[in-house]
């Protein structure tokens, strides 16, 4: 098996994230021809990023605005870069998390 390359431990989740392009980016060229926004069941989550279930590629580098719904707690906002993407998955890194965000890991990974 491969060395983990991880910070810090992922947990399962099962909440839909609004993937939207930010506009005057690569990432606006790329939404309108992956008819963004989409909303995404995310995989798994942890202080660094997240894995998304996508049947579209991703272009590595490209900035993304994230929406989230946290439970209890209202709409959180992250800023994350696509790190790798394959069949029916993408990989993202936080650049900038919301508010809210670091409590649904928090909360998830203690339920885990």
């Not at 491969?2 to 431990?9: I, T, V």
């Not at 021809?33 to 798994?44: C, D, Q, R, S, V």
């Not at 998304?52 to 719904?69: G, R």
């Not at 809210?100 to 990974?109: A, G, K």
């Amino acid at each position: 098996m491969g060395e983990e390359k991880r910070q810090s431990p992922r947990v399962g989740i099962d909440e839909v994230v609004g993937v939207f392009a930010l506009p005057d980016s690569r990432s606006a060229q790329l939404a309108k021809n992956l008819n963004l926004p989409h909303f995404l069941k995310a995989k798994n989550i942890s202080q660094e990023g997240l894995c998304l279930e996508t049947p579209n590629f991703f272009i590595p580098d490209q900035v993304f605005k994230l929406e989230f719904q946290v439970p209890h707690e209202g709409r959180s906002r992250a800023y994350a870069s696509v790190v790798w993407s394959e069949k029916n998955a993408c990989g993202l890194r936080f650049i900038k998390q919301g508010e809210h965000l670091n409590n649904l890991i928090q909360r998830e990974s203690t339920q885990a």
